[in-house]
C-alpha cells in the first residue's frame, strides 16, 4: 500500500467508525467491481467500519446496492436521499418531500433536454434517468471539458445545481449536496456527537463534485486518478492512492484496516 506523498498513520485513523466512499471510478475500475474491491468492503465491514456510498448514482442504483452489498447506507442522486435496510425492509428518507423533488425533477428535466437539443456537443441524457427520482444526468464521456463547463454555466443560471463527476453533470433543484446529507445522517441516524466527526469518518473520492466532502472529513482520501484536477478543487484530499479507483480503494482499506487492527481494544469505540 503506497501513498504519493505523505501517508496517513494509524493515530490518523484509529478511531474511524464510518467510511463515506464515491462509487464511479473510485470504488469501480473501468465502470466495474473489482473482485478485490469488492472483498475490500467486506473485509472492512467484517472489522466494524460502516460503509456508507455517497453517489450521484440513480435510485434504482442505490435500492440495488443496500440490499446486496455490506453497507450501513447509500446517499444517493449527490444527496437527494439516503437508503437504509430497516427491519428487512428498504427505507428511503429524502431530503424534502419526495412528491416535491420528483415534481421539481420533472420540470427539470424537460428544461435541460430543451438546452441539449440545442448544444453542438454530443451530450445526452444518462441511460439510467428512469430509475432517478430528483436529480437529472447528463452524460459527458467524450465531450471536451470546455463544453461541459459551458453546459454547467448554462444550467446555472437557472438557479439549478450542478455537480460533475468523472462521467455525469448531475443536476437538480434543492438546497442539498452530499456534504449536507452526510451530515444529516451522521447526527439522525448514526447519533454522532458532531465534535467527534473528525475523528470518527473518512471519505474517499475521485472527482469534483466529491470536494464538499473533502472540505468536511478530515480523514479523506483521493485515488490516483483525481491527480489531473486537484487544481480544479476548492478543497482537496488530505492523502492520495499510487494506485488509481477501486485498487486505489483497495490500499486505502488496507490502512484503515491496519490502524483498527493496531488499537488495544480497550481503546476502541463501540462497533455499530
Known amino acids: 500500500m503506497t501513498f504519493m506523498g505523505p501517508a496517513p498513520t494509524c493515530a490518523d485513523l484509529r478511531n474511524v467508525r464510518y467510511l463515506f466512499t464515491d462509487i464511479d471510478d473510485t470504488l469501480t475500475t473501468e465502470g466495474r467491481l473489482l473482485p478485490q474491491t469488492y472483498q475490500a468492503l ?6 466494524g467500519i460502516s460503509i456508507i456510498p455517497v453517489t450521484g448514482g440513480s ?3 442505490c435500492e440495488h446496492i443496500v440490499r446486496a452489498w455490506p453497507v450501513a447506507a447509500v446517499i444517493g442522486e449527490s444527496g437527494a436521499f439516503s437508503v437504509f435496510r430497516r427491519d ?4 428511503f428518507d429524502y431530503w424534502e418531500d419526495g412528491i416535491l423533488q420528483a415534481k421539481r ?7 435541460v433536454k430543451a438546452l441539449l437539443d440545442q448544444s453542438p456537443s454530443a451530450f ?7 430509475f432517478r427520482v430528483a436529480d437529472v444526468a447528463v452524460d459527458i464521456g467524450g465531450v471536451p471539458s470546455k463544453d461541459v463547463e459551458i453546459l454547467a454555466d448554462q444550467i446555472r443560471e437557472w438557479g439549478a445545481t450542478v455537480a460533475i463527476s468523472s462521467i455525469h453533470i448531475n443536476t437538480w433543484i434543492g438546497s442539498y449536496d452530499k456534504r449536507a446529507m452526510s451530515e444529516r445522517m451522521l447526527a ?18 475521485d472527482s469534483r463534485n466529491d470536494a464538499p466532502m473533502f472540505g468536511y472529513v478530515r480523514n479523506s482520501f483521493g485515488v490516483r486518478n ?5 487544481g480544479d478543487l476548492p478543497h482537496r484530499p488530505q492523502w492520495v492512492s499510487s494506485e488509481p479507483a477501486g485498487l486505489g480503494f483497495v490500499d486505502i482499506a488496507a490502512v484503515l484496516l491496519q490502524a483498527r487492527a493496531e488499537t488495544p481494544t480497550a481503546n476502541r469505540l463501540v462497533d455499530p
Open 226 to 230: 483525481i491527480v489531473p484536477i486537484l
Open 42 to 47: 467486506w473485509d472492512l465491514f467484517n472489522a
Open 59 to 61: 435510485a434504482g442504483w
Open 88 to 91: 428487512g425492509q428498504v427505507v
Open 105 to 111: 425533477q420533472r420540470q427539470h428535466l424537460e428544461a
Open 188 to 205: 439522525q441516524a448514526f447519533g454522532v456527537d458532531p465534535v467527534t466527526i473528525p475523528s470518527l469518518t473518512a471519505f474517499v473520492g
Open 124 to 130: 445526452r441524457i444518462a441511460h439510467d434517468q428512469p
